[in-house]
C-alpha cells in the first residue's frame, strides 16, 4: 500500500462521511416540519448506493463515519455499541448490497460496466436490505420501533429518495455538460 493510496483513501473517506451528513442534515431540515418519520422519502439513501459504486470500499468507511457523526442525535442516549453496530449498518449494507448486484450481473470493478438495470437493481436491493437489517436491529436492541409498516415504510423512502437523489445527480450532470457547449 502506497502512501498515495493511502491519503486518496483517506480522502474520499472524509468527503463521502461529509456529504453523508451534509444529505442527512438537509434531509431533515427540508423534511423537519412535516414529520412523517419512516415515511419520507430518505435522500441519503441515494448517497449510499453512489458512494459505494464509485468509491468501493472507502466510500462506505464513509458513509460509517458520516452515520457515527450523526447516530447520537437520532438515537440519544443509545450505548456506544448500538451506534457504533448502527453505523456500521450504514456502510456494511450498500457494500454487500454491491456484491451481490455484481455476482448477479457479472459485472467486474470498473464502473463502466454497470447498466442501467444493474443500478437500478443495486438500488433495490440496497432499498430492501438496509431497511431489513435497520428494523430487526430495532427489534433486537429496542432503540426504535420495528414493525411490518416500519419496513415498508422504509423501503419505500429509500426506493424513493435514491431515485430523488439519482435523477439530480444526472439532471446536474447534463446541466453541466451542457454548460461546456
Same mark, same amino acid.
Given at each position: 500500500m502506497t502512501i498515495h493510496y493511502l491519503?486518496?483513501?483517506l480522502l474520499v473517506t472524509l468527503l463521502? +462521511?461529509?456529504?453523508? #451528513? /451534509? !444529505?442527512?442534515?438537509?434531509q431533515r431540515s427540508v423534511l423537519a416540519p412535516i414529520d412523517l418519520g419512516v415515511d419520507n422519502?430518505?435522500?441519503? +439513501?441515494?448517497?449510499? #448506493? /453512489? !458512494?459505494?459504486?464509485?468509491?468501493?470500499?472507502?466510500?462506505?468507511c464513509g458513509l460509517v463515519l458520516g452515520a457515527l457523526l450523526i447516530v447520537p442525535d437520532v438515537f440519544p442516549g443509545s450505548s456506544p455499541a448500538v451506534m457504533l453496530l448502527t453505523a456500521l449498518f450504514n456502510g456494511v449494507v450498500p457494500l454487500v448490497s454491491l456484491a451481490l448486484t455484481r455476482r448477479l450481473f457479472g459485472i467486474g470493478e470498473r464502473f463502466e460496466e454497470f447498466s442501467y438495470r444493474a443500478l437500478l437493481i443495486l438500488l433495490a436491493l440496497q432499498s430492501?436490505?438496509?431497511?431489513?437489517?435497520?428494523?430487526?436491529?430495532?427489534?433486537?436492541?429496542?432503540?426504535?420501533p420495528a414493525s411490518v409498516y416500519n419496513f415498508t415504510a422504509m423501503v419505500v423512502g429509500d426506493i424513493v429518495g435514491s431515485m430523488l437523489m439519482l435523477l439530480a445527480i444526472a439532471l446536474a450532470w447534463e446541466l453541466w455538460k451542457f454548460a461546456r457547449r
Open positions: 491519503i486518496r483513501f463521502t +462521511a461529509a456529504a453523508f #451528513v /451534509l !444529505a442527512d442534515t438537509a422519502p430518505y435522500l441519503p +439513501a441515494g448517497l449510499r #448506493v /453512489l !458512494a459505494v459504486v464509485v468509491f468501493g470500499a472507502s466510500g462506505a430492501a436490505l438496509s431497511p431489513l437489517v435497520h428494523q430487526l436491529w430495532f427489534r433486537f436492541t429496542g432503540i426504535a
